[in-house]
């Protein structure tokens, strides 16, 4: 099988990290190949690498056999190599056409937007999706806007796809059609390097797999070849545990108690349309559901970050509605955001103004005037250690984390209690999206502690598996309500899924 | 009473054209991410510049070099703000001050003299002190100078010329074409770009330099074309005006068009006031409305869906970097 792509001895050092050392990997033709490894393994450096993005520090690229120097981005798409990176990379203001043809070098100048667009609706009809060239991107959904990913790279008819983990932001379903527009290019002749976490998307969709550790290749193997256990025993270095891991909480009072919420969207329109919920203490209530449903609204107006339209949120039965975040963080309620890396630091920080970023301002790290920076980076330090996160030093900046480090940064400011004590609320949306397997059983086994402790948590999550795992009930919501709550007992992948096209059909 | 509006008008586009031609480039800029905050400091250079060399070597050669030294003058805002990634504000205002002092001390009696003289050693002496230079000629266009009213727009000297045609063009290029589109990606989404193959540091110099070859433009045209004697500080704040133009004009060159011809507009009508004696109490009051305008410009493109609309740039004032 003639290899598109080979890489030899490929080393890459940033200050205080090697992010690649010594790395050999190898891209055939027709094969979709999985690259597997912990947050910070080096996947997306070596990726960048590969993409002309970064320089090397040491080693060689082959491309069709033919060793290549390449310089910039520019240099890998002329070798028909296409990157969808792991955060979208796309104009929002633009049109998906104008995104498309973005440095396309085949109109002199007069961009022909007529003929562009009836070769961009041919090539997305190809893959079975329906897409209209002249919408904004900031209009589509996750699931559209990675196709518009995909669709620039395939309109130069790259036959080296590397895609960074493309499904973290997908459902289910859109994962599965990826999944079948995969297959369909790798049959075609094209070479694919997927990046994931998810060990059943591997065995599901690839047909090797290479595993990353700390900078280096553990191994290559043939997917059919092995197994999950195996996989993670290779990523982490110890064997890890799957399925149930219940504790046993026993149920007290009731924490939260929301009634009849609407709660407005960033778009001006109510995302939240009368939602009623009770979570009690050492419970976790699921939220489950496609995202973009209002999740993340009904979790900011618990979390005091978003004034509600009407409703009442009541905690430990004292009326809190329309409270500021300042005092649901006094009052216990820890909120742990989406997409943490954006909303959840500040990246500039160094790492130990990030996990005060709530703290500084009570006492013993501040005395309402000057800060007490021995006290906080003494605590700091005490943090780093407690929830593992992988940094140089507590002075290192935030944004070079990676985004394992940085969840766990974050929990360790929410949960750790410097302020309020051991939280009586913890709202966590989508806290293992983007996270590798350890870094994910570390989540969990992070909630189920505090469930112990006696904590009421909300958990939202897109990911069934997860959810049936940890969850004592499960809140099905879709359309910005409630559609129906389960049971743990009686809850399983297909009621959940049925909850939610019910709710599709009413609404359509 | 026609004769009234007409000369209001005919003298509203001769001030028009000075925000027009400098808020043009400014959008290129703006547009691929660089503020150019040196834009007074560039047009009153170019006054000065085009002072000089009219009384050296004509008209033609004045204009050339005005548009040069934009050019060479925001290649140094270029180099600081997107390649070494410094502060696009501070380095833009250090550019105004250098512009304001560097033409006052060129233009002053003195030194002219002497560079006049290393110009064009067989210059007359009574051209080596004088204040003013000839002012561009006015040039009208067949059949359609005669029409009344809007006659007066086809009454006007070459660089008014040159920015009915460089308007719509440049809107052209910008929104329909493939450089355009480079542009406009390169300002919005520079990783975006980046990923796609386009030089971001590249387009963004271009870009920078296409605006401070029309603040030199602008510059040249203050001076030749509407009030062809020297003062320092000629320009007095219109290149801050072109760049509240700018925001009011949401990036558009064509809207620009409109925005300078009202800013024009309300400056003649002023003066026009004053004559009257009825301007007394109100020259600052008119004075701010250009700036008035703009923040209420601001304060529309601030609502987040009129943002995602009309496309404005996300990334202007951020340097890109790539491994970060
Ligand atoms: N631009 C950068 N500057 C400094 N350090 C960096 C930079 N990019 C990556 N690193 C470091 O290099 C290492 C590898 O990072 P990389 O992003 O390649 O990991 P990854 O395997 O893609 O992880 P994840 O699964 O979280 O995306 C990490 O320790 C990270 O902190
Ligand atoms: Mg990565």
New binding site residues.
Partial sequence: MEKLVELRGIVKR????V??DRVDFELRRGEVHALL??????????M?ILYGLYKPDEGEIYVRGRRVELKSPRDAISLGIGMVH?NFRLVESHTVLENIILGLGEDKLRIDFEKHRRRIMELAERYGWRIDPMVRIWQLSAGEKQQVELLKILYRGAEILIL??PTSVLTVQETRRLFEALRRMAREGKGIIF?T?KLNEVMEVSDRVTV?RK?RVVITKETRETTKAELANYMIGRPIVFGQKKVSAKLGSIVLKVIDLKVLGDRGYPAINGVSLEVRRGEILGIAGVSGNGQVELAEAIAGLRRPLAGRILLNGVDVTGMDAGKMIELGVAYIPPEGNKLGIVPGFRVVDNLFLKAYRYPPYSNNLLLNWGKMLEKAQELIEEFGI?TPSALSRT???????IQRLILARELSGIVGGIPRLIVAAYPTK???IGATEFVHDLLLRYKEMGSGIIFISEDLEELLLLSDKIAVISGGRIRGVLAREEADAEKIGLLMSEAVIQAG | MIEWIESVLGLTIQVGTVYLLASLGEIYAERSGVLNLGLEGIMVMGAALSFIFTLAYGHLAAILISVIAGILMSLILAVMAVYMRLNQTVTGLALTMLGLGLSGFLASPEVRKVILLALNPSLPESLLAIQEAPKLPEIHVPLLSGLPIIGCFFRQNVLVYVSYIAAPLMWFILFKTRPGLSLRSVGENPAAADAMGIDVFRVRCLATMISGGFAGLAGAYLFLGFQPFWQEGLTAGKGFIALSLVILSTWNPLRAILGAYLFGGVEVIQYRLQLFGLGALSPYLLAMLPYLAAIAALVAVSIESVRKRIGVPASLGIPYSR??
């Fill in positions: 940033f200050p205080g990290v992010a690649n490894g912990e947050n910070g393994a080096g996947k997306t450096t070596l960048n792991q960074d983990e990046i976490h990353m900078g992988v944004s070079s984390l990676s985004g394992g480090n983007g996270l590798d | 491994e970060e």
